[in-house]
Structure formats: C-alpha cells, structure tokens
C-alpha cells in the first residue's frame, strides 16, 4: 500500500511575526518555517503503519517555492521514502491545493491520503474535504484514532457531540487532529539518510491548473495586545467603566 501525505511549510508557532510594510503579507524573511504540525502528526502515523507492516511506501508532497525542499527533507528524516514538490510562486488557497493534490494522486495512485486537518497559518479546514471531493473517494476528519486493514480504514473522529467512529472503504481521506499520535523525534543518523532521498520537482505550470487566487488580502493587521484587567467593586462601578471606556452604552 502506498500512502501519500501532505505538508505545508508554515511559521513556527513560537516565532515573533512581522508584516511586511505594506501590510499585504507576513514578512518571511528571517523567520524559522516549519512543517505544519497537523501535518507531522499525519506523517507520523504514516509511519506506524509502516513499522506494522501495513504500509509499503510513504509519499510527502508540498506545494511551494523551491526552499520548501527543506521542509521536505524533514519530512525524509522522519522516515518518509521520498518527496514530491509542485513548484510555483503563487499564494496557494485550499481549493488550488485540492487540485494539486488530486493531479499528484491521479499519477501516484496511493491507497490512502492524510493530510493535517487545518494548517496553522491560515486555519482554513477545507484542503482535506475539497481534495476528497475532487477524487470521489471516502474521508475521515479530525481522526484521534486510526485502524487500518487491507481493504478498509476505522477512524474515531471528534464532533461536536463527542466521538463518532467510522468504517470507511480504501480509497480514504483522512484529516489529523492534535490527539492522534505525537511526532517522533528526529535522529541524526536519519537526517544524514534523508540527504539521499530523492525529491521529484513538479512545475506547477505542467499540471494545467489555474492556481491563481481567488481572494484578495487588501490588509493585514498585527493583534493588539490585551491591556492588564480592572476589578471593580459593584454592578454600578461596572456599567460606569463600561460606559466611559468601551462606550458600549447610551
């Protein structure tokens, strides 16, 4: 069985963000970019059903500028057998990435496809459903667990009402969440290995598709930061500062 999984480069969680001057864009720069860590968890269970013998090949693919290699070649310190980057310049959304996805699928031919259910940067949650669409085949989002056979996959998914578990046929899609598994970490032997790996460059432009976006970011914004609380000694004293500060009321 060969199994494809998806990874997006994306800021590290605990890096200082700046915007570029013009406030169109995060400045990029200098800052550390990491795989989406949705999308580790998915390449780490990838992994275990490796090591269970369920799994032949694992596939990582990423979509990006030719620096995404690096995100890649983590990717193959982790234990993935080789890598697939669809090169382009232009800002990717959740449905262009769909198509991407799809056209790597028609020519990979991979069994089962997991993918982070959202990425960090953006927190869109549409790529793994749009891409499951697009193909025709079964998915499972949010999984927390996962149980795979030869013909089918049982996931237990979190709704809104607690866990529902589902019996799904091979093909599947299959989104992560955070209480999946935890990524294993890297050695140094297998970060030397993953040097030999081959990644296979894909020119955007040769896949047919129009990655162009959609949306129009007229303006980003950095969060302001939360002022220190007041504690106030009665309703009255509340409505008064409600009143006079955030003007909230008549």
């Known amino acids: 069985m060969k199994v494809l999984v998806a990874i997006k480069r994306v800021p590290e969680l605990k890096a200082a963000l700046r915007l570029k001057s013009d406030h169109s864009a995060l400045e990029t720069a200098q800052l550390k970019m990491v795989i989406n860590p949705f999308d580790e968890l998915a390449l780490e269970e990838a992994l275990r059903l490796k090591e269970k013998g369920l799994v032949q090949e694992i596939v ?57 259910k959202q990425a960090v940067d953006t927190d869109n949650n549409q790529t793994g459903q749009m891409l499951a669409g697009l193909l025709g085949w079964a998915q499972g989002t949010f999984i927390s667990q996962l149980t795979l056979d030869k013909e089918k996959v049982e996931v237990t998914r979190e709704i809104d009402g607690g866990l529902e578990t589902l019996e799904l046929k091979l093909p599947v899609v299959l989104t992560t969440d955070l209480r999946l598994n935890q990524a294993r970490y890297i050695s140094l032997p297998n970060i030397v290995k993953a040097k030999t790996k081959p990644i296979d460059l894909i020119p955007a432009d040769s896949l047919g598709i129009d990655l162009n976006p959609r949306l129009k970011i007229v303006k980003m914004t950095i969060p302001e930061k939360h002022r220190a609380g007041v504690r106030v000694d009665s309703a009255v004293e509340l409505l008064k500062r409600l009143k006079e500060e955030a003007k909230v009321l008549p």
């Not at 620096?67 to 382009?88: H, K, P, S, W, Y």
């Not at 028609?106 to 069994?111: A, S, Y």
């Open 60 to 116: 990582a693919v990423s979509i990006g500028l030719p620096i995404t290699q690096e995100n890649l070649r983590t990717a193959l310190a982790m234990g993935a057998d080789r890598g697939i980057l669809v090169q382009t310049e232009l800002a990717i959304e959740p449905l262009a990435a769909a198509k991407v996805l799809q056209a790597v699928a028609m020519r990979e031919q991979p069994q089962l496809i997991i993918l982070g």
